[in-house]
Structures are given as structure tokens and as C-alpha cells.
């Protein structure tokens, strides 16, 4: 099972990563359940989300938070922040970015779904923001596979949202690169450029068909599974 994860976090005791196809479309819950168990993770213990492309991230931070949370039916958001021990979440992407953000010490971990909307909405910067309120910690991240610049293509209108920073003009067509936009976010909520990590482009959802699910380059509704788990 291949697992794209930082080792920044795996040296803070937090189990995360974003898990390739070859385990299968974690839509499928089944499959889900055995990635998690196959890590010696309780499936029971990971939360879940309806992912709307917008802005909102859910906090457990206390059991009270956690109360809450199994009380309600539905969940509509796109991006978590944890700090109870043994408690984790899980989000699903096929071209969008799984973001990574954690305060240095370990203490709080977030976890976005950044889909070029979302990014729009500015989600990660007020994920880093959010954090901020908790801790005087420095902030890491990692941002995880996703489509690259050489594959996300745009028309103007989408490219119009975007920092000219982030809009590349190539062969007559346009482009977004994501990292760009999610880094320079990243930067004005005070994270340190040197603190941010970034896949290379083997890690492009679009291009690498062997690792990945894409839902730009074959429609499809299969999602790679990202995770994040406080032991």
C-alpha cells in the first residue's frame, strides 16, 4: 500500500498520509474500514465528513467537541482541526489537495480539502489562522497529491480567481498551480515558506494514472483516501 505522507509528523507519534489507488477506491467504506485496520487504526475511531467545496472546518478539541459531532447526522465541511488524543478524520480526493497543517509541538493537526473552490474561499489560510487561535507554536505542513500545474487547465473566468502568481499562460492555453496559490496563503497566515513541504510532479493525480484516481482525466467517482490520527 503505497502511502504519500511527511515524516514531520510521523516523528510527532501522528499516523497520516494519503493512501494510492492500489488499495482501491476508498469511497467504497468497506475499503476504507481496511486501510485504517491494516494501519492499526479502529475504524471506529475516524471521523468523517460531506466535502462541499467550501470553507468550513470542524473542530474536536474536547470530548465535549466529540459529543457534539456524534450527535448531528450531517457534516458538511471540508477540513478538520484535532487535538484529542486517539481521534482521527479522513477526507476524500481525485484531483483536489489534501492539505496538511499542524502546529510544530504536535498538539493541534489539521486536515483540508482543498479544491480549487476551496482554495478561492481561501481555506487554507484560514485553516493556518485557526490554528493560530490555539497555540503560539510554529506551523508546518505538508501538501499532499493533487493535480499539478501541467494538468490543471482553466478558462479565464476560473483563472480570474486566482493570485497572477499562481495562473500560468502556456501554448495558447491556461493553467493553475494549486501549491502556489495554497503556499501564498500559507505565507500571509505567518507560515514559513521553509516550513512548507510539497509533493514533486510524479505526485500529479492527473498524470500518474498507475498511482492515482482522477476525476479530471477519467470522470470517475473513485477517491484516494487522506487521513490524519492523533495516537
Excluded at 494549486?178 to 513541504?197: F, N
Aim: proline letters at 3%; a positive charge.
Amino acid at each position: 500500500m503505497n502511502i504519500y505522507s511527511d515524516e514531520r509528523l510521523i516523528n510527532l507519534g501522528i499516523i497520516s498520509g494519503t493512501v494510492g489507488r492500489d488499495f482501491g477506491s476508498a469511497r467504497d467504506k468497506e475499503i476504507a474500514a481496511k486501510i485504517f485496520e491494516s494501519l492499526g487504526i479502529p475504524p471506529t475511531k475516524i471521523l468523517g465528513l460531506k466535502q462541499v467545496h467550501g470553507d468550513k472546518i470542524i473542530s474536536i478539541n474536547t470530548e465535549e467537541d466529540l459529543k457534539n459531532y456524534k450527535a448531528q447526522n450531517l457534516h458538511e465541511a471540508d477540513g478538520w482541526l484535532l487535538s484529542l488524543p486517539q481521534t482521527g478524520a479522513m477526507i476524500l480526493t481525485a484531483d483536489c489537495v489534501p492539505l496538511y497543517l499542524w502546529s510544530a509541538n504536535g498538539k493541534y493537526v489539521s486536515l483540508t480539502h482543498c479544491g480549487w473552490r476551496g482554495v478561492v474561499q481561501e481555506l487554507p489560510k484560514k485553516a493556518a489562522e485557526l490554528i493560530k487561535t490555539k497555540t503560539t507554536e510554529k506551523l508546518q505542513a505538508y501538501i499532499g497529491p493533487h493535480i499539478k500545474d501541467c494538468c490543471f487547465e482553466v478558462k479565464e473566468d476560473v483563472a480570474s480567481k486566482f493570485p497572477k502568481e499562481a495562473v500560468i499562460h502556456r501554448n495558447n492555453k491556461i493553467f493553475v498551480d494549486l501549491d502556489k496559490a495554497i503556499i501564498l496563503q500559507l505565507k500571509a497566515a505567518g507560515v514559513d515558506e521553509s516550513e512548507i513541504k510539497t509533493g514533486c510532479h510524479c505526485q500529479c493525480t492527473s498524470c500518474n494514472k498507475r498511482d492515482f484516481f482522477s476525476y479530471r482525466r477519467d470522470g470517475t467517482k473513485d477517491a484516494q483516501l487522506s487521513f490524519i490520527y492523533k495516537l
